[in-house]
């Protein structure tokens, strides 16, 4: 198996043991060592008071592209730190995509940049995460 075959075994397991990605319809579209893109449709039950997508869906989305990268090498890896600037809003309707790439990586550190737009190409987000491994495996390979 490929170190790109492998991210992409690891991050459909996460997502099967997930019960929010699941929950929210979050897809997986592609995943690769050190890359990963998801997307989600927003939905009514995602809006916030002013009628576009709730700032917490548009950062578990990222959070979620984020953490198929972070685990993608199978080190079993949690977020020590994230933020999220956010740049659009989102409506009902519409698709957001979340396109993560690893930028660093030094022992048991990484930094993930996630940038979340519509699927039209329009800004909506631009996250950053820091993760840390744990120790073990995310799957049995």
């Known amino acids: 198996?490929?170190?790109?075959?492998?991210?992409?075994?690891?991050a459909s397991a996460m997502l099967d043991a997930e019960g929010t990605g699941p929950a929210w319809g979050i897809v997986i579209e592609e995943v690769r060592a050190g890359y990963?893109?998801?997307?989600?449709?927003?939905r009514p039950d995602m809006l916030n008071g002013h009628g576009i997508a709730h700032g917490g869906m548009i950062f578990a989305l990222a959070d979620s592209a984020f953490a198929y990268v972070c685990n993608g090498a199978n080190h079993a890896s949690v977020a020590a730190q994230a933020g999220i600037v956010f740049l659009g809003q989102a409506r009902h309707g519409e698709?957001?995509?979340?396109?993560?790439q690893e930028v660093?990586?030094?022992g048991r550190a990484g930094v993930t940049r996630v940038a979340v737009r519509t699927s039209d190409g329009r800004t909506i987000a631009e996250f950053t995460g820091y993760s840390r491994t744990l120790g073990g495996t995310v799957i049995d390979i």
């Not at 198996?1 to 690891?10: G, Q, R, S, T």
């Not at 990963?36 to 927003?42: E, N, P, T």
């Not at 698709?95 to 993560?100: C, Q, S, T, Y």
Request: glycine content about 0%; aromatic content about 0%.
């Open 1 to 10: 198996m490929d170190a790109n075959e492998l991210a992409a075994d690891v």
């Open 36 to 42: 990963a893109r998801v997307s989600m449709l927003v």
């Open 95 to 100: 698709i957001l995509v979340a396109e993560a």
């Open 104 to 106: 660093a990586r030094e």
